[in-house]
């Protein structure tokens, strides 16, 4: 919605590396161009130009920018402009935004690093103007971006280091994680509406962006509440090892009031590829829900240092899933899907990225489409206390993973100040129970997580 007064076009001097608006001829020779070479430079490359050519798409709140504890929300707009939510100005570009709302907080603010701090659904635009380079001119000098990455660690406070001395002063595993997150940032989703027909070259692992019930026309058809014990199961689970993880979900279905209440996550404890032990994890966890008086009602699975958002290949699991909780009987019955993102560098913070999820069907006239995976509201209820059974089950975790050459090494860095094991207690201690105790007893848990490294 437009704003009740005309927006004020603003143009603030960004600092050095303000982009420069190109004309229309400008823009076409840099995507005709064989060498683009001549115009390739980090002004060149504006988000007009990812709009052209389809790497990101308008939107109303698409944007935001996190700086010392204060967050800013923008529109992309459908001409490469942005207007802040908050007062319905109008900027140019990322780096003229970004100047000026971190003026407000600290005044004496000289430049904005834009690019490097301006996030586009999640993600730092830079990695979009990587992807640009890779698509467009493999050959590109990829310290154009590395350069904007070094001004955001200056931005924070932090002083911007040579490679080589960052290695060479790097802690004790850093250097591992910091290759993670160059592979983190090669996984950019897809719109849904962008998939088409299903195309057997395309890659299942694709992640796709998630739509809302409201944009394809439907109201979600039940509503969700889940037990903050189950969160807490289900991000310890994900945080112990390198390799995705899968678990299921155990609740009640109410249908007269249309509730789905998740009470118990159900961690598999086996290798993904490992067929024979998987029908025997699963039917001790069949057993484990009858003893509960619970029905299966979802499952959860990781994606370890990628964004928590489906893959193809998720959505079609998803789709099988409640196709089969549906049963012959074809009365309703939702199944609820969830992604766990712990160590992936677009969170925010240390608290891992959760995403309820569910799929509708393609449209009857489009059936050879993919399904189309929306995200699920859902209503967290924070557990009175810590319950025995979530406790043995995390120490049974513990001791499946205890030799895994997999197991995260938690007294490595997650980043150049949290170690892996602040990072879980982190992340944990946002599903805390209502009882204070649970931080002692957990700190049993984390122990002996410490006698396994």
């Known amino acids: 919605m437009e704003p009740p007064c005309s927006p004020q076009v603003v143009v603030e001097d960004g600092g050095e590396e303000e982009e420069e608006e190109l004309s229309g001829g400008e823009e076409s020779e840099l995507r005709s161009s064989s060498g683009r070479g001549s115009l390739l430079t980090r002004r060149?490359?504006?988000?007009?130009?990812?709009?052209?050519?389809?790497?990101?798409?308008?939107?109303?709140?698409?944007?935001?920018?996190?700086?010392?504890?204060?967050?800013?929300?923008?529109?992309?707009?459908?001409?490469?402009?942005?207007?802040?939510?908050?007062?319905?100005?109008?900027?140019?570009?990322?780096?003229?935004w970004a100047t000026h709302c971190k003026r407000l907080v600290n005044p004496a603010k000289k430049s904005g690093c834009g690019w490097a701090s301006v996030r586009y659904r999640g993600q730092k635009l830079v990695q979009y103007k990587t992807s640009w380079l890779h698509k467009y001119q493999p050959s590109a000098d990829m310290s154009l971006v590395s350069e904007e990455e070094d001004e955001d660690e200056e931005e924070e406070g932090k002083t911007a280091v040579p490679a080589e001395e960052k290695n060479k002063n790097a802690k004790?595993?850093?250097?591992?994680?910091?290759?993670?997150?160059?592979?983190?940032?090669?996984?950019?989703?897809?719109?849904?509406?962008?998939?088409?027909?299903?195309d057997p070259s395309r890659d299942p692992h694709t992640l796709v962006e998630l739509s809302a019930f409201s944009a394809i026309n439907r109201f979600q058809p039940f509503n969700v509440a889940v037990s903050s014990n189950v969160l807490l199961l289900m991000d310890f689970h994900c945080h112990l090892t390198t390799s995705e993880v899968v678990g299921y979900l155990g609740g009640r279905w109410d249908t007269t009031t249309q509730l789905l209440t998740v009470l118990r996550a159900f961690p598999c404890r086996t290798r993904l590829a490992d067929k024979e032990s998987?029908?025997?994890?699963?039917?001790?966890?069949?057993?484990?829900?009858?003893?509960?008086?619970?029905?299966?009602?979802?499952?959860?699975?990781?994606?370890?240092?990628?964004?928590?958002?489906?893959?193809?290949?998720?959505?079609?699991?998803?789709?099988?899933?409640?196709?089969?909780?549906?049963?012959?009987?074809?009365?309703?019955?939702?199944?609820?899907?969830?992604?766990?993102?712990?160590?992936?560098?677009?969170?925010?913070?240390?608290?891992?990225?959760?995403?309820?999820?569910?799929?509708?069907?393609?449209?009857?006239?489009?059936?050879?489409?993919?399904?189309?995976?929306?995200?699920?509201?859902?209503?967290?209820?924070?557990?009175?206390?810590?319950?025995?059974?979530?406790?043995?089950?995390?120490?049974?975790?513990?001791?499946?993973?205890?030799?895994?050459?997999?197991?995260?090494?938690?007294?490595?860095?997650?980043?150049?100040?949290?170690?892996?094991?602040?990072?879980?207690?982190?992340?944990?201690?946002?599903?805390?129970?209502?009882?204070?105790?649970?931080?002692?007893?957990?700190?049993?848990?984390?122990s002996q997580l410490s006698i396994t490294q």
Not at 176 to 183: E, G, S
């Open 172 to 198: 004790p595993g850093l250097h591992d994680i910091m290759v993670a997150r160059r592979t983190d940032r090669e996984r950019i989703p897809v719109r849904y509406g962008n998939l088409g027909a299903r």
């Open 278 to 446: 998987a029908s025997a994890v699963e039917e001790e966890i069949c057993q484990n829900l009858f003893m509960r008086g619970l029905s299966l009602v979802g499952w959860y699975h990781s994606h370890p240092r990628g964004p928590a958002l489906p893959s193809l290949q998720d959505i079609d699991s998803q789709m099988d899933h409640q196709l089969r909780l549906q049963g012959s009987n074809n009365g309703f019955q939702p199944c609820l899907g969830i992604i766990c993102g712990p160590y992936y560098h677009g969170n925010q913070g240390v608290a891992s990225t959760i995403t309820p999820f569910w799929v509708v069907p393609p449209p009857e006239q489009r059936p050879n489409d993919y399904g189309i995976p929306v995200a699920v509201e859902v209503t967290y209820v924070q557990d009175n206390f810590l319950t025995s059974d979530v406790l043995n089950e995390m120490m049974l975790l513990v001791d499946y993973y205890r030799t895994a050459p997999d197991i995260v090494q938690f007294s490595q860095y997650w980043c150049p100040d949290t170690t892996m094991m602040d990072k879980i207690k982190g992340s944990l201690s946002g599903h805390a129970p209502k009882d204070q105790a649970y931080s002692q007893i957990l700190e049993h848990v984390y």
């Open 44 to 96: 060149g490359i504006t988000l007009r130009v990812l709009l052209k050519d389809g790497l990101v798409e308008p939107g109303d709140g698409a944007l935001t920018i996190h700086y010392l504890g204060k967050k800013f929300v923008g529109d992309l707009l459908t001409d490469g402009k942005i207007r802040w939510v908050e007062t319905g100005q109008v900027f140019n570009s990322p780096s003229a």
